[in-house]
């Protein structure tokens, strides 16, 4: 202990001091970081406080998109049944003329039999009466007939407005098509009563049943004619006196596939639009006259059912949208 020497004091009070630099520089170094690590970790906490209100955002629009997407469709789908109503409104006045008309000839019927029965026996005529038994039965078996059709237009139209199970059911095709073909052509004379048209159908008989959801394949078809309709009237508007308008459906089993057909002759769509005429919200009529989904869904439709939606149509001449299905 005696042998330390004055340069060994300098030696442990200098390294005493060095310690004490690295301990006083580490304690620094140590709050520097620990408040750059509190300044990031506050910072990601704000940030994550952006995503989250940002999140929160972007699901309220996805669910305000999807609930406008939702009333968008169902907008579609009663229009798609407005087109209907002016058809069926027409459809089952027939039914119900013939109705009212052979109960009103009855009754006169009626009266006559009645007035020949209170008749002496010696001055009634029997042949006379038995004519209008005759008459009576086959005016009533008339009027059963068309209670009958009006009966399966109301069906029919309960069938379509319905809400879908999305249950495919046997349906006949060809059956399905003529429905709709006759009401999407009387529903375009009820708003336009000048307007006429050809209309030809050509249905493939050996087709049957097939398994399809009705409401939905009816959809397609009522939209397709509805728009082939359209066209060819649009058409007559600016068309000289040598223009007949045309609209024909058709059906035909090939192989494994049942493919149905709408051609018009109308104007036909513009080579520069043919690859947007299924995208949702476009369309070639004119603002305010299309909800531009029609097709659209009809597209999606048909792909749910496995099957494809094409078109082929030549500007000026006409178009023809084809449906194939799984037979």
Excluded: W
């Excluded at 020497?5 to 140590?30: E, K, M, Q, R």
Aim: net charge neutral.
């Amino acid at each position: 202990m005696n042998n330390i020497t004055s340069s060994d004091v300098i030696i442990f009070v200098c390294a005493g001091l060095l310690i004490i630099l690295l301990l006083f520089g580490f304690i620094i170094f140590f709050i520097f970081s620990y408040r750059h690590k509190q300044k990031d970790y506050n910072l990601l906490q704000e940030q994550k406080q952006e995503i989250d209100a940002q999140k929160i955002v972007l699901v309220n629009t996805l669910a305000d998109l999807k609930d406008a997407q939702a009333q968008l469709i169902q907008s579609e789908k009663m229009a798609s049944l407005g087109e209907l109503t002016a058809g069926i409104a027409h459809e089952i006045q027939n039914p119900l003329n013939f109705v009212n008309n052979f109960s009103d000839v009855n009754q006169d019927l009626a009266k006559e039999l009645e007035n020949e029965l209170l008749k002496p026996l010696a001055e009634r005529d029997v042949h006379f009466e038995e004519s209008i038994i005759k008459d009576i039965k086959e005016n009533e078996a008339k009027i059963n007939q068309h209670g009958k059709r009006a009966d399966a237009i109301v069906k029919n139209m309960l069938q379509h407005s319905r809400k879908n199970t999305g249950v495919k059911e046997l349906t006949d095709i060809n059956a399905l098509c003529d429905e709709y073909f006759r009401l999407s052509y009387h529903g375009l004379r009820a708003k336009d009563k000048s307007f006429n048209a050809t209309l030809e159908k050509s249905y493939d008989e050996s087709i049957g049943k097939i398994k399809i959801i009705p409401q939905e394949i009816g959809r397609v078809i009522l939209n397709l004619l509805t728009n082939a309709f359209y066209e060819t009237n649009e058409k007559k508007k600016n068309a000289d006196g040598n223009y007949s308008p045309t609209v024909k459906i058709s059906t035909r089993k090939l192989n494994n596939l049942i493919e149905i057909r709408v051609e018009d002759n109308g104007s036909g769509v513009p080579e520069a639009v043919k690859n947007k005429i299924f995208q949702p919200f476009f369309t070639t009529k004119p603002a305010g006259q299309g909800t531009g989904l029609g097709l659209s869904l009809s597209y999606d439709i048909i792909k749910a059912h496995g099957g494809e939606l094409n078109l082929h149509s030549k500007e000026g001449l006409g178009t023809t949208f084809i449906i194939t299905l799984p037979a």
